[in-house]
Every structure is written in structure tokens, then in C-alpha cells.
T-cell receptor
Framework: EAGVAQSPRYKIIEKRQSVAFWCNPI?????LYWYQQILGQGPKLLIQ????????DSQLPKDRFSAERLKGVDSTLKIQPAKLEDSAVYLC??????????????FGSGTQLSVL | GENVEQHPSTLSVQEGDSAVIKCTYS??????FPWYKQELGKGPQLIID?????GEKKDQRIAVTLNKTAKHFSLHITETQPEDSAVYFC?????????????FGSGTRLSIRP
């Protein structure tokens, strides 16, 4: 079974530039998550999709971050414009279903973003 | 707000000894408590989980305990081996209006001394 695919693996940009990350979840997984992991901290949920609808984006800085999941499969996360404090690993995860059933999350390897 | 606190932040044990990591949570409605292991350059991977209707669960050298009254849960690793060296995260489910979400503790860096 193929895992969660993310690209790029690394990205270095200057502040105020834009950047986009891509995620392909495990086939058949209805729920997709984007987490931000700052060095030395635990993953922080940015946005959670159920199929192609958003079920939680309470921690997403909507003035600069946006995400979409077209057709309920792949997803992209965009930052525009980037700030120094956005330097982190951006992890994508998927689960078969979520709702209130609480299922196992499968994580990709992440995209490491450095903002200079 | 909802949070999960994890201790210690770093832990060093002799190979063969046991390691214990402890977490507390704030939302009394939380009913699912997974533990993840993260190796360098990789995403977190689930190693064990426990639901609120169970007090303890064991899988080979790994065990988790849950005290719902005190809102505490712990990870126990026995007979530690070099490959257990990694960062471990506890997590808890938080119930939202349309779905539950998983929030993570701050992590414990476990080092196994040969």
C-alpha cells in the first residue's frame, strides 16, 4: 500500500515570497489533515478536510494561509506572503474516515520550509 | 483552550531498562489517545492507541495506561533497544462540532544508551 506522498521535500524562500505544498493521501482515505511542526514542538493542526469539505480550520492563519482539496483527493497548502515564523515542517496526514470515530492517522514525510 | 501536556521533554535510559512518558489532557470529552513515534526526517508513525473505555493496553514491549478521572495517560517501554531512540508524541482527540481532531503533546526525545 502506497503511503502519503508529499512534495517538495525541502523548500527555501525569502520572506514575503509565496510557496505551495502538495499532498496525495492514501487511496480511499476520506479525511486529510495539514499539520505544522515547528522545530522541537509537536504537530499543530492547521486544517482538516472530510472529502473536499473543510471540517476544521480554526488554527489556520487565514490572512496568509490557504488550502484546498479538489475532488476530495489531492490537496495543496499555500502561504502568501511567507513570514520568518512560518519556518517549519508541514506534515500531511490522512485517515480512512474521521467524523467522531477517531481513526489512525498516516503521515507523509513532510515538507521542510525555511524562510530567510 | 484544549491542550495536551507531555513530560519529560528528554529522557535517556540504559539499554534494557524501562522508559516512561506521561501526558495530561484538559478536555474531559476526549475519548481516544494515540501515541506516535517520529524518527529523524520522517513523519510520525502510530505505535499504540487506547480508547476511554479501556484502562490499559499492551503490545509486546509497549504498554499504555489511562486514568480518566485524573486525565492522565502514560506510555511504558520495557527492555529498551537502540532502535527505540526517537521522539515520542502523545495525543488526544478533541470533539468539534462536525468531527473530532487530534492534538499533540510537545514530544519526548528518548535516547537509549548502549
Amino acid at each position: 500500500e502506497a503511503g502519503v506522498a508529499q512534495s517538495p521535500r525541502y523548500k527555501i524562500i525569502e520572506k514575503r515570497q509565496s510557496v505551495a505544498f502538495w499532498c496525495n493521501p492514501i487511496s480511499g482515505h476520506a479525511t486529510l489533515y495539514w499539520y505544522q511542526q515547528i522545530l522541537g514542538q509537536g504537530p499543530k493542526l492547521l486544517i482538516q478536510f472530510q472529502n473536499n469539505g473543510v471540517v476544521d480550520d480554526s488554527q489556520l492563519p487565514k490572512d496568509r494561509f490557504s488550502a484546498e482539496r479538489l475532488k476530495g483527493v489531492d490537496s495543496t497548502l499555500k502561504i502568501q506572503p511567507a513570514k520568518l515564523e512560518d519556518s517549519a515542517v508541514y506534515l500531511c496526514a490522512s485517515s480512512l474516515n474521521a467524523g467522531h470515530n477517531n481513526e489512525k492517522l498516516f503521515f507523509g514525510s513532510g515538507t521542510q520550509l525555511s524562510v530567510l | 483552550g484544549e491542550n495536551v501536556e507531555q513530560h519529560p521533554s528528554t529522557l535517556s535510559v540504559q539499554e534494557g531498562d524501562s522508559a516512561v512518558i506521561k501526558c495530561t489532557y484538559s478536555d474531559s470529552a476526549s475519548n481516544y489517545f494515540p501515541w506516535y513515534k517520529q524518527e529523524l526526517g520522517k513523519g510520525p508513525q502510530l505505535i499504540i492507541d487506547i480508547r476511554s473505555n479501556v484502562g490499559e493496553k499492551k503490545d509486546q514491549r509497549i504498554a499504555v495506561t489511562l486514568n480518566k478521572t485524573a486525565k492522565h495517560f502514560s506510555l511504558h517501554i520495557t527492555e529498551t533497544q537502540p532502535e527505540d531512540s526517537a521522539v515520542y508524541f502523545c495525543a488526544a482527540s478533541i470533539r468539534g462540532s462536525s468531527a473530532s481532531k487530534i492534538i499533540f503533546g510537545s514530544g519526548t526525545r528518548l535516547s537509549i544508551r548502549p
